[in-house]
């Protein structure tokens, strides 16, 4: 998942602390937790309980995935979007890197495109390329060809378009 979940779960972590707010109090030491790289620790203190609403969940999801619980992680997410619609697009992605660590690549590849479809999302690209090798991972070859066929096109000069040029013809193969 790499550097970019990381800097957007900063992100959701420091939006979920205001200052002075009645949720910072029970969030406080679970967000430090998870900023200081402790993912261990903020799924333990979240445990089975709604802390601070969807916002934690969404925490405990990201943490979830960091220790590779997938199905914690899952939980975490199950209804999020109604709570949190202006995250829709994060919530899509979390649960198909979920699927994809559980091997559900099918599921996988679907979440990804939910994710993908939200107009300006920052993680449109990310989603594009998970959804490609959830694809070709199902072995949808077709399927997985035509998606990196349409990040290339769709982004003349993608910073990483030799490697999807390469994925692109493997899943040709």
Known sequence: ???????ASFIVVVSLVPTGSALAAPLEPVALAFLEGD???VVRQLGEKNVG?????LLKAAASLKVQEFKKALHALRGLESRLAHL???IHFL???????????????????????????????????RRAQAL?????????A????????GYPGHPQQAD????????LL
């Not at 998942?1 to 800097?7: A, D, F, N, W, Y």
């Not at 609403?53 to 969940?57: H, L």
């Open 146 to 153: 035509a998606a990196y066929q349409q990040i290339l096109q």
């Open 39 to 41: 993912y261990r620790e």
């Open 88 to 90: 829709t697009d994060l």
């Open 1 to 7: 998942m790499g550097r970019s979940l990381s800097i």
């Open 164 to 171: 999807l040029r390469l994925a692109w013809g493997q899943s």
């Open 136 to 144: 070709a991972k199902a072995k949808r070859f077709a399927a997985a």
């Open 53 to 57: 609403g969807g916002e934690a969940m």
């Open 95 to 129: 649960r198909g890197e979920a699927y994809f660590g559980q091997k559900k690549y099918r599921q996988a590849a679907k979440s990804f495109r939910l994710s993908s479809r939200v107009l300006g999302s920052a993680w449109n690209d990310r989603a594009d390329r």
